[in-house]
């Protein structure tokens, strides 16, 4: 981080940097690409993985040990194995997702899962915050930063098949929620399960299979909490509105930075 300047992303500090040393042109040309202005996110969930898989296996251990010396009645003996077993499950888990679940660069953001992972263009996206949904007489949020595309096309072109069915169905409960919550009067949810898996997007695309479901689960995702992707909140680092904040931060230097790179190539010219 360049001095005086502690609160700004990566990416900003070597732009004001730059623009203060008067910027070589090949410098400030390859800053895009940099290895410095990527900020690679690292879920918080993932770092108790290790200590879910130990507190299972001792806790087996020790059940084991127990057991031996006291035959603990069956019921007792199964439920506490079984939460073993669990805690066990969820450190493996973790383990498995990938290191890093964003990485976010002046030009696009890209999530990864352990499925495999998509890339937005930021110019693609309209805007992006914490969905909310009724409850009684509130609004409130739920754990998900929400990214509301500007066009389909790009997207659906990149995502993999593979991840498309996983988030199918791991997003099946946030979308029950929210039918639950946004169209309590709607008692027919199978016209939203179950989807058609053919889509034309705006540009008059077609698109079949899983991609047409995903983008049709997204349509229908829009038109209920009004965001099209939904990241979980233990994806992140820090709380989603600190997150929120930070990516507006990242969003808005890079606005700046491709503003001074432009600079540069227009006073080279």
Known sequence: MADGLPNLPAWAAHCHMGAGHGAPGNMVAKLM???SLVQRIRPHTKRNGRVFIVIGAGGLALLLFVDAQLALPWP???????FCLVAMALGVGKLVEPETS????????????FRGSWTVNWEDIVRFDVPDVQRGLERQQI??????????????????PR?????????????????RSEMP????????????????????KR???????????MVLMREMLGYDLYISQNALDRPLDEFIAHLKALQSTRLQHLSDHHQVNANQE
């Open 102 to 113: 964003l990485e976010i660069t002046p030009s696009a953001m890209t999530y990864f899962h």
């Open 33 to 35: 690409n940099s290895p």
């Open 143 to 160: 754990p998900f930063l929400g990214i509301r595309l500007r066009h389909y096309d790009n997207f659906l072109q990149q995502l993999s």
């Open 163 to 179: 991840l498309a069915v996983h988030l199918v169905h791991q997003q099946r409960p946030l979308m029950l929620q929210a039918l």
């Open 185 to 204: 009067a709607h008692r027919e949810y199978l016209d939203y399960v179950d989807v058609p898996d053919i889509y034309i997007s705006e540009s008059g």
């Open 207 to 217: 698109y079949r299979g899983v991609i047409a479901t995903f983008a049709v689960r």
């Open 76 to 82: 007792l003996h199964l439920s506490l194995a079984a």
